[in-house]
């Protein structure tokens, strides 16, 4: 391999985890502002596989209509600085960072090149590069949608459907950091899980539906857009909401009614659309969080990249727990 090119995974349509090739390529170019990082780790999240299906269909208005506009996928990062441009002075050679890249995505490759006023950050001394890979997804969108979105309270009761997935073991601890009562949702099998990360009480899907107790919360986070406004509804409170990171055209109509004509509300926010300003600033806020020791991120699963589409029909079967990572150096 020449010293100008790497290796990637390349798709170039939509479909099955079958369209990801690993292929030589040319390594990003570094322009004056920009940083490039040699990757040591990326990860594989549900929106990704979401992502790669192009399905929902609006979700094409991102990331292509017809085709994917960025053929190298994969968004979150951490590693080593390889160089930077001539107008960049937070980062130099060598320093460990981590971060997400959005906007063109380029994470499963061997180096990715990103602005430095982006989505980027020194790594915390506590944190490995595994662990850091998969702040931008669980940590970060669970962060944005407690606090921001739902604008979360002591003492509120707080429902997390999919607790233990990425943005689910985040939500579990982030809403008990904020002094919430945490009921998780998860599987039989992941019930010590979700226990271990705080959650007060555990509801089995298999055996109970929440939406037919008799129970109301607060705040219901569906992490995984598996249950319905019009499912969950009815068991919020007066004022209570239902947030998701799962964009329907179901959602949108639901959102745009809610927001007029009802007391309880259904929200959805692209967290990843954020000004990187504003993800920094999430960013800061669980680094120091995760120094007090009270939020660590789960990993499930590692493949090396060149088995990323194996690492995409894993999360397509729906029973990932945290992170599943992608291992571009050891």
Not at 99 to 125: K, R
Not at 135 to 163: C, E, H
Request: charged share 20%; net charge positive; hydrophobic share 40%.
């Amino acid at each position: 391999m020449q010293a100008n090119t790497m290796k990637a995974i390349v798709a170039t349509a939509y479909g099955a985890p079958s369209i990801f090739k690993l292929q030589d390529v040319n390594r990003p170019a570094v322009k004056p502002n920009d940083v490039l990082v040699k990757i040591h780790a990326t990860t594989v999240t549900r929106a990704d596989s979401m992502m790669r299906t192009g399905k929902p269909y609006i979700g094409r208005l991102m990331v292509g209509l017809f085709k994917p506009k960025n053929k190298i996928w994969g968004t979150s990062f951490a590693g080593v600085v390889e160089a930077v441009g001539t107008e960049v002075s937070k980062f130099k050679a060598g320093d460990k960072v981590f971060g997400e890249n959005v906007e063109s995505f380029g994470a499963y490759a061997e180096y990715i090149s990103v602005p430095e006023d982006g989505t980027i950050a020194q790594l915390p001394d506590n944190l490995s590069f595994e662990e850091a890979a998969g702040m931008g997804d669980g940590p970060v969108t669970s962060l944005n949608f407690l606090k921001n979105v739902g604008n979360i309270k002591a003492g509120q009761k707080v429902l997390i459907n999919g607790a233990s997935g990425s943005l689910g073991t985040a939500a579990v601890q982030l809403a008990k950091q904020y002094g919430a009562e945490v009921t998780a949702v998860c599987s039989t099998r992941n019930i010590g899980l979700v226990k271990s990360l705080g959650a007060d009480h555990v509801i089995d899907y298999t055996k109970q539906d929440f939406t037919q107790s008799n129970k109301t919360y607060d705040l219901i986070y569906d992490t995984v857009g598996k249950r319905s406004y019009k499912d969950a509804k009815r068991a919020l409170t007066e004022n209570g909401q239902y947030l998701s990171p799962v964009l329907s055209f179901g959602l949108l109509i639901q959102m745009m009614w809610t927001s007029k004509f009802s007391s309880k509300k259904a929200k959805f926010a692209a967290t990843g659309m954020l000004k990187a300003r504003e993800i920094r600033k999430m960013i800061t806020q669980l680094i120091d969080i995760m120094r007090e020791g009270k939020l660590k991120t789960i990993i499930d699963r590692q493949y090396p990249l060149e088995k990323v589409a194996e690492a995409h029909t894993y999360v397509d079967a729906g029973h990932k727990k945290g992170n599943v990572v992608i291992t571009v150096r050891s």
